[in-house]
């Protein structure tokens, strides 16, 4: 069974920064492409960013392109997001989410999701 | 971008009624569209990928269809577990894309 584990959401001032994680399990991780996807309070789903298997490729929404960074440890099984410079619109529900191939960014498996609250 | 136009934004049908929700895409995605369901207070969960495939566990009840700029998700008739938001999701192109919801509640 997959399963997919987030962590690291926390209430943070505008400006600062944090650090997402998502493990995986039930999967032969590194051969699955990978995606964050958000949920503003009450809103609609907006992707975020996704990563290949292989973590040699990478694509941002851009709302968050030049502030956030996905990233992946293949060896640790774990996705990783670093958010920097965050604003209060970045205050969200964040879902890890599997893909269907190394480069197949179908959003297959969500995560439980994790909140992150942007605000002074 | 692709923009995903759903329609209704909502849907009041009773159990057993046939729910029919259409989602319409600014441009071609060929059948690189999917059909998320999301029930209050829980993480979406994956229904229809590549425009009528079912995922994993997803009742007959549930089923897609369309290919190009116009895709359905139809159900056939409705469970009282079945009442919630739905969201069409694009995957042809960057930036990916959803729709902004259909809600399907109770009449």
């Known amino acids: 069974e997959v399963q997919l584990l987030e962590s690291g959401g926390d209430l943070v001032q505008p400006g600062g920064s944090l650090r997402l994680s998502c493990a995986g399990s039930?999967?032969?991780?590194?051969?699955?492409?990978m995606s964050w996807v958000r949920q503003a309070p009450g809103k609609g789903l907006e992707w975020v960013s996704s990563i290949s298997g292989s973590g040699d490729t990478t694509n941002y929404a851009d709302s968050v392109r030049g502030r956030f960074t996905i990233s992946r440890d293949n060896f640790r099984d774990t996705l990783y997001l670093q958010m920097d410079s965050l604003r209060a619109e970045d205050t969200a529900m964040y879902y890890c989410?599997?893909?269907?191939?190394?480069?197949?960014?179908?959003?297959?498996?969500w995560g439980q999701g994790v909140l992150v609250t942007v605000s002074s | 971008e692709i923009v995903l136009t759903q329609s209704p934004a909502t849907l009041s049908l009773s159990p057993g009624e046939r729910a029919t929700l259409s989602c319409r895409a600014s441009q071609s995605v060929g059948r690189h569209l999917a059909w998320h369901q999301q029930k209050p207070g829980q993480a979406p969960r994956l229904l229809i990928y590549?425009?009528?495939a079912r995922a994993t566990g997803i009742p007959a009840r549930f089923s897609g269809s369309g290919s190009g700029t116009d895709f359905t998700l139809t159900i056939s008739s409705l469970e009282p577990e079945d009442f919630a938001v739905y969201y069409c999701?694009?995957?042809?192109?960057?930036?990916?894309?959803f729709g902004q919801g259909t809600r399907l509640e109770i009449e």
């Open positions: 989410m599997k893909g269907c191939g190394g480069s197949c960014y179908r959003l297959d498996d």
């Open positions: 999701q694009q995957r042809s192109s960057w930036p990916i894309t």
């Open positions: 039930g999967f032969s991780f590194s051969t699955f492409a």
């Open positions: 590549d425009a009528s």
